[in-house]
């Protein structure tokens, strides 16, 4: 009985996601598509760096040891997902760098961040600039 209780107080516990619609479906499945072309067509494949800084990062979630979680991600056969996962990331970022944003018209929309404008120095006592000098200091 006490089993029983256990697995049905586990059941209880798991968390369902909604249901995607079918639309859903094949716009995830086709980006998906796509961007495992990008993957294939620019060779893109994540460094052994970037692999275990996603897995330090996982391990920061899940406030675990960065062994555990590598050998628990090694022993369930992820680790692969992992890095799968990391080019094609790197596969949208190459997209998103050699990607030309158009309005309707095809007028091409400049995406570019702004750098921040410099503060404008209302302090007076660092003036450089060419002004008359102060009488007091050519005494």
Request: glycine share 2%; no cysteine.
């Amino acid at each position: 009985m006490r089993a029983r209780s256990n697995r049905s107080s586990r059941a209880s516990r798991q968390v369902h996601a909604p249901r995607a619609s079918f639309e859903e479906l094949e716009i995830h499945t086709a980006d998906g598509v796509a961007l495992r072309a990008v993957v294939a067509q620019e060779a893109i494949e994540p460094t052994d760096d970037e692999v275990e800084a996603e897995i330090v990062r996982l391990a920061e979630r899940l406030e675990e040891k960065v062994e555990k979680v590598r050998r628990d991600l090694e022993r369930r056969g992820v680790l692969e997902t992992v890095r799968s996962d990391l080019a094609r990331g790197k596969a949208l970022e190459f997209l998103v760098e050699h990607s030309t944003v158009v309005d309707e018209e095809g007028n091409v929309i400049d995406l570019t961040i702004p750098e921040e404008p410099q503060p404008i120095d209302t302090d007076d006592t660092n003036d450089t600039d060419d002004d008359p000098p102060d009488e007091r200091s050519e005494a």
